[in-house]
């Protein structure tokens, strides 16, 4: 997999007009709603196969009104049709847009990464006697493992620190 390296900056104003922009979306769309892992999974999903059934279900129902209950509301279905149809291509855009980000933000970070274990490397390697063994230190905090629990003999439990 080739990855074309990134060489960008975004400079503080730009980032401000961004987050600008951001902003106006959402007051845009002040109805937005926030919905728990549970309540999605929950909903009944609207995709693209389902788009035209719902869509034949409206006309059906705007049609012969006179078989549903008079709970229905068809006034909202039609609103909340409506609704998905005026977001649908707002969502394909704000999605290829969050890819984009995204891929650019993981390159990103991937090269200042890359570029860190260089550094780390380079001042380990030829660091000692030049005032860097401290820094080092902290750097290799990174890679630190944590220690691994003593095994248990069978069912047994020994108190810590002590041995066998």
């Known amino acids: 997999m ?5 060489s960008a900056t975004l400079v503080q104003a730009d980032r401000e007009a961004v987050m600008v922009a ?30 035209a059934f719902v869509s034949k279900a409206l006309e059906v129902a705007t049609q012969n009104p006179n078989f549903l209950p008079r709970s229905f509301d068809l006034e909202e ?6 609704l998905f149809e005026a977001m649908y291509p707002i969502v394909v855009a704000l999605t290829q847009l969050q890819e984009l980000v995204d891929d650019t933000c993981l390159a990103a970070g991937s090269e200042a990464y890359a570029a860190a274990l260089q550094v780390y490397n380079y001042a380990k390697a030829s660091g000692q006697g030049a005032g860097l063994d401290a820094v080092v230190g902290e750097m290799g905090q990174r890679f630190a493992r944590k220690p691994r629990k003593a095994k248990v003999t069978e069912g ?8 066998p």
Not at 77 to 82: H, L
């Open 22 to 51: 951001v902003t106006t979306i959402k007051e845009k769309l002040p109805f937005l709603i926030d919905l728990t892992a549970d309540e999605r999974k929950a909903l009944p999903k609207m995709g693209d196969k389902s788009r």
């Open 156 to 163: 047994a439990t020994q108190p810590q620190g002590a041995t």
């Open 77 to 82: 279905m039609r609103k909340d049709v409506q």
């Open 2 to 6: 080739s990855t074309t390296p990134i």
